[in-house]
């Protein structure tokens, strides 16, 4: 396995590891920065080849934040590896994840973020989307960066196989086919809104964890996946209701 990395947007670089036992691609997301945040941190097997590449980049050591959406093995695994890496760095994550995973989880105390707070990171701002369930726990979050206009999208639109660096074509009918396939959203009845809303932060790339960077129609693509999500929920409704 070789990790990949390439700039995305002005200081902001993709590090990207495809695995081919479960046929897809790990992304990471390195925000360059008077303190720079490190986006996903990695299955623990893939630190050191993640570590190598992020360190043609940036020293490790100079981190300061590590960030990540939700509590899976491939978004915190490597946590405190990176922790041990960057003696400076704080691990940041959304209220609910650090109350109740994160706390215990991280070798040093995590900081909090509500819904909707910016951590200025000096020449970069990245501020925290709380998306309970969507696409997974409770805990589940995004961020967005203000001055690239960079969304963190996590695992929605997630797709198989080896995937090129960006793409402005159809993000939405391969991430339906993998969600046929896996069944890995947990659908609720906010889950369409909760993709609705993020049209309202006007970004025009979105940084997959699974996938391409998307800079297409970004109002459209959420849309369109809401509107799968929404279908999914009424078909789950209609299916209990023939029981």
């Known amino acids: 396995m070789r990790t990949e990395f390439h700039e995305i947007a002005e200081d902001v670089f993709r590090f990207s590891t495809y695995v081919e036992q479960a046929d897809l691609v790990f992304n990471q997301f390195l925000i360059v920065a008077e303190q720079p945040l490190l986006w996903h941190c990695g299955h623990r097997q893939l630190f050191p080849s993640v570590l190598e590449a992020l360190g043609r980049v940036l020293p490790p ?10 509590v899976e ?6 946590m405190n590896h990176w922790l041990g890496a960057a003696a400076q760095a704080e691990v940041v994550q959304g209220s609910t994840g650090v109350l109740v995973s994160v706390n215990d989880l991280a070798d040093r105390p ?4 509500p819904d909707g707070e910016v951590l200025d990171l000096g020449s970069k701002r990245v501020r925290w989307i709380d998306t309970p369930h969507v696409p997974h726990g409770w805990d589940a979050g995004l ?10 999208v996590g695992d929605l639109f997630t797709m198989t196989g080896r995937v090129p660096v960006s793409t402005d074509g159809d993000i939405v009918t391969p991430a339906i086919a993998t969600e046929d396939l896996g069944r890995a959203s947990a659908v609720t009845p906010a889950s369409g809104p909760t993709l609705r809303r993020l049209v309202s932060f006007g970004a025009t790339r979105m940084a997959l964890m699974h996938g391409p960077v998307f800079s297409g129609d ?5 849309g369109a996946l809401a509107d799968d999500f929404d279908r999914r929920l009424q078909d789950g409704v209609s299916d209990l209701r023939h029981l």
């Open 61 to 70: 050591s100079q981190l300061r934040w590590i960030s990540f959406g939700h």
């Open 73 to 78: 093995a491939d978004e915190l695994g490597a």
């Open 110 to 113: 995590p900081r909090a973020l």
């Open 143 to 152: 961020i967005y960066e203000e001055t690239t206009r960079t969304l963190f």
């Open 218 to 222: 970004l109002p459209s693509a959420l």
